[in-house]
Structure formats: structure tokens, C-alpha cells
């Protein structure tokens, strides 16, 4: 290994990254683009869904009953309808996802001791927000169902409301939430973006920057010169480690300030394990550039063999243990799970290296396979 060529082939190579503004716009402007467009395109809170509410009985319990849902932030009320004839119109259009239907003798049946019906309608065109919508109903029926029973038992015993409440049992759940006690997702999706924009960007721009001079030709003087295949690999490896170095704290900022995500661990294992992870990173666009000749191929491969692991098995979207046996091996096989489990230690549980060694192991042997194969599969006589 010879210093004096490593630092000469990192100089060209940052010299081409600022002669070229669109190259030098995708290496510090798209992530930080990308972290605000995801951040804010994929927030898994389900809050202010369209409701509406017919209500047959027009009285003052199913007013009251109505008010619960039209006051909670879950629900965003468009207003009563008069009738269930424009209800299938209203949900197919998306104007409203779910319509409580309130039956007439709504508020004398309950007064009377006995068990009302009530109908929901939901859109079921998104499983999962229609199942959390039920839950925030069944949870507002529920409330509102004891405080009949309390009401009823004051009024027949002759205890105060909070007496009677009581009397109902003593047993009483109680539920916090450890880590993210507002359970807002964001918090937890805005550091997993920095795993999955840097997982992205490095190994673009590595693989494009050595299938570019392939495609210039200009790589030829690099069969003809001394510089070996080591320090070439290595000179096209350290820019745009460095690169994603600084967008990884660029990024840390925007999830910290900006999406407002506590970061509860130590910054300097941050800025460590963000290292390893861009030299693993970078690592796959040098294995890519190793076996494609033009820009697209690599683009395309790059985007195939990053994309997917950062979205499907890195506990982004699904948590790893509601996986099948074989997606948790995939999972495992992957560097952004591994990374992942990183930034969800260091962010919101505020752990370090102590607990999250094996991880960090994990991505030194990525980097280290990743570069011995790049190394193994470049060569620098001329492919035909």
C-alpha cells in the first residue's frame, strides 16, 4: 500500500465529485431531501379519520354519546348524515372512513336498563387503520358504557358517581409506555430513516463514480499506471465514506431537531457505528461496480440490493420477530438490520457499545467481506 497514490487517487477522485454540480447535489442535498420527503410521507399515526354520524334518536343521551367521538382527537367529524342511503357513495369517495349509526329508542332503551346496538361502518380498503379506528370506537363505547353503570349504581344505591365506580371492581389497568410514552411514530421512524437514506445514497454514488469512468474510458489509465487494485478500491471508498459521514450527521440533526426524536445515548457511538456503517455501505457500491459497465445497471442493482433490505427486513416497517424463520435469516444477513437495532438503542433507549457489540462486530465483518470481494472481483486488465 503506498500513502502517496491512496491520497493521490482520493484527490481526483473528490476533484470529480465538485467539477460535477448534479453528482456533488445527489451527495449532499438528496439525503437530508429524502430523510423531510419519507419523514413526513410516512407517518403510521392514525389520528383525524373522517366521521360521520347518523343519529335516529335526536336525543339527549345519543348527543352525548356522539359528542365522545366528534371531541377525540382520533376523529376528524364531517357532520351528521340523515340517512344510510349516501353512506357506501361517502366511504367509496373517501370522504369519510367510518360512520356511526345511532338507532332510534337510542336513549330510551338505555334508560330502561337494556342493550343498544350501535353500527359502525368502516372502510376497509386499509386493514390496518380500519382495525385501529374499531379499537379507538370499541374504547370510547366502553367509557361510555361504565359511566352508564356508575350512574345507574349511584342512582340505585345511593352512592356518588366515584363510590359507585368503586363498587364496580378494583381492578384497574394501568399502561405505560417505556421509551416513547406519547407513542408518536415518528419518533421511531425518523432514525430508522437515516439507516435506510444511507443505505441508499453511498453505494449509489461509489458504483456510479467507478462505472462512470468505465463508460469514459478514463479508467484505462488506471490499468496502465501503478496504482494497485487495493489502493484504487480504497481511493474510490473514502470519499464517499466521508461523504456519508457528514450526511449521517446532517441526518441526526433533521430527525433530532426537526422531527423532534429524543436521542437519549452517546453521540460518539453514534458518529462510530455511522462510520462502519458508511464504509459498509460504500462497500456494496464497489462489489456492484465490480460486474456492471454502464450507469443504469448500476443504479438498478445498487437500488434492488439496498432498497430491499432497508424497507423489508430491517424492523423499519415489521418488527423482526413477526417474521417467518426464513425473512429473520434474511433479516440477519442484511447490514441495515443490524445498523437499525443501532439507532433504536442509541435513540430511544439510550444504550451503547456495551449492548449493542454484537451489532457493531456485525457490521466490521460486512465491511471487511464486502471490500475483500470487491478487491477479489476488480481487475485491472480490460474486460471485453
Do not use: C
Not at 431531501?33 to 419523514?39: A, H, N, T, W, Y
Not at 461496480?289 to 439496498?306: E, G, L, P, W, Y
Not at 429473520?328 to 438503542?345: N, R, S, T, V
Amino acid at each position: 500500500m503506498n500513502w502517496a497514490r491512496l491520497a493521490a487517487v482520493i484527490a481526483k477522485e473528490w476533484a470529480e465529485i465538485t467539477r460535477d454540480r448534479l453528482f456533488l447535489a445527489l451527495a449532499f442535498i438528496v439525503p437530508p431531501i429524502l430523510m423531510v420527503v419519507f419523514g413526513l410521507g410516512m407517518n403510521l399515526d392514525v389520528e383525524n379519520i373522517p366521521l360521520a354520524i347518523i343519529d335516529y334518536d335526536h336525543s339527549h343521551q345519543s348527543r352525548d354519546y356522539a359528542y365522545r367521538m366528534i371531541d377525540s382527537r382520533y376523529f376528524d367529524f364531517k357532520g351528521y348524515l340523515s340517512d344510510e342511503k349516501d353512506v357506501a357513495k361517502l366511504i367509496a369517495r373517501g370522504d369519510v372512513r367510518a360512520v356511526v349509526v345511532i338507532p332510534p329508542k337510542f336513549g330510551e332503551e338505555l334508560l330502561a336498563g337494556r342493550a343498544v346496538a350501535v353500527q359502525t361502518l368502516l372502510d376497509g380498503q386499509f386493514p390496518l387503520r380500519a382495525n385501529i379506528a374499531r379499537g379507538y370506537i370499541g374504547a370510547i363505547n366502553a367509557n361510555y358504557s361504565q359511566e352508564l353503570i356508575a350512574d345507574f349504581l349511584s342512582q340505585a344505591v345511593g352512592l356518588t358517581p366515584d363510590q359507585a365506580r368503586q363498587q364496580m371492581g378494583n381492578l384497574r389497568l394501568e399502561m405505560r409506555m417505556l421509551y416513547n410514552q406519547s407513542g408518536k411514530s415518528i419518533w421511531s421512524m425518523a432514525p430508522k430513516l437515516i439507516m435506510m437514506v444511507l443505505m441508499m445514497t453511498p453505494p449509489l454514488l461509489t458504483a456510479v463514480s467507478v462505472v462512470r469512468e468505465k463508460e469514459r474510458g478514463s479508467i484505462l489509465n488506471i490499468y496502465a499506471s501503478t496504482v494497485s487494485r487495493g489502493e484504487f478500491l480504497l481511493g474510490k471508498l473514502m470519499p464517499y465514506a466521508g461523504i456519508s459521514m457528514v450526511n449521517g450527521i446532517f441526518l441526526w440533526a433533521l430527525a433530532v431537531f426537526y422531527f423532534q426524536a429524543p436521542f437519549k445515548g452517546s453521540f460518539g457511538f453514534y458518529l462510530l457505528a455511522t462510520a462502519i456503517y458508511s464504509f459498509t455501505t460504500t462497500g456494496i457500491g464497489l462489489l456492484v461496480s465490480s460486474f456492471v459497465k454502464t450507469q443504469i445497471a448500476a443504479v438498478v442493482i445498487t437500488m434492488v440490493v439496498t432498497l430491499v433490505p432497508a424497507i423489508l427486513f430491517s424492523g423499519m416497517l415489521f418488527p423482526l420477530s413477526s417474521m417467518g424463520p426464513e425473512a429473520q435469516a434474511i433479516a440477519h444477513l442484511a447490514p441495515a438490520m443490524h445498523y437499525g437495532m443501532i439507532i433504536d438503542g442509541t435513540f430511544m433507549k439510550g444504550i451503547g457499545l456495551d449492548k449493542l457489540w454484537s451489532s457493531v462486530v456485525s457490521l466490521v465483518v460486512y465491511a471487511l467481506v464486502l471490500f475483500v470481494l470487491a478487491y477479489r472481483f476488480f481487475t485491472k486488465r480490460p474486460q471485453e
